[in-house]
């Protein structure tokens, strides 16, 4: 069945470093969703990614989906404490029947 | 809008007894989605409803099972609980039938004795 798996499981890095979460899918996606989960939270939408190729920038964090539609990106510049949380990427399967398979999530601790 | 809520939003239960969540959608949403978050696997879909009918299923035993009501309330029930049931329980409502954006609830953590 459709996997979709996230690389790394755990990152610290230091405040004003840059960190990047990568995620694969198994199969061809039709889209990508990006969530963001704060310690103690539940997850929160960040952004959807459709089209093959495609860019989106929101202030410091910039979402990528790859040409073939099986993987995606998450970069955050100048990391800030506020960033600290886990990371999903969410991808639906192709037709109207696909289900949405969550990653299982980057940490990101980041050090003041 | 108010958002997603779900109660109880915690749960003490021991095994073999059976538990029901509820999940109240955001106005106007007809998608309910339920998932269940443990550490060391992450969030794993359980079940999604549109309509009141079942559109997708995750790979869970049959001992979870659940439902939609008319005015898009989602219930979600475990029967013959197990230990490792204990997990959070999140419900996510969207706007399309086709898992668009998800908006969480807070979750209801479950504990297994």
């Known amino acids: 069945g459709q996997q979709v798996m996230q690389i790394p499981q755990y990152q610290h890095v230091q405040e004003g470093e840059d960190f990047t979460t990568y995620c694969n899918s198994s199969t061809t996606l039709s889209n990508i969703q990006w969530y963001k989960q704060r310690p103690g939270g539940h997850p929160v939408f960040l952004i959807q990614?459709?089209?093959?190729?495609e860019v989106k920038k929101q202030k410091r964090l910039t979402f990528q989906f790859g040409e073939a539609k099986k993987n995606s990106s998450l970069h955050i510049t100048a990391t800030q404490t506020t960033d600290v949380g886990t990371y999903f990427c969410a991808g639906r399967g192709s037709g109207n029947t696909g289900k949405l398979i969550f990653g299982q999530g980057t940490t990101l601790q980041v050090k003041p | 809008k108010a958002g997603v809520t779900q109660t109880p939003r915690y749960l003490i239960k021991t095994r073999g007894q059976q538990v029901t969540l509820s999940c109240s959608p955001i106005s106007g949403h007809r998608s309910v989605s339920w998932y269940q978050q443990t550490p060391g696997q992450g969030l794993q879909f359980l079940f999604e409803?549109?309509?009141?009918?079942?559109?997708n299923k995750g790979n869970f035993p049959g001992r979870f099972s659940g439902r939609q009501f008319s005015n898009s309330r989602s219930e979600m029930n475990v029967s013959t609980l197990e230990l490792g049931d204990s997990a959070l329980y999140l419900c996510a409502s969207s706007f399309s039938d086709r898992q668009g954006t998800q908006y969480f609830g807070p979750g209801t953590r479950l504990l297994v004795l």
């Open positions: 990614l459709v089209k093959s190729g």
């Open positions: 409803y549109f309509s009141e009918t079942q559109r």
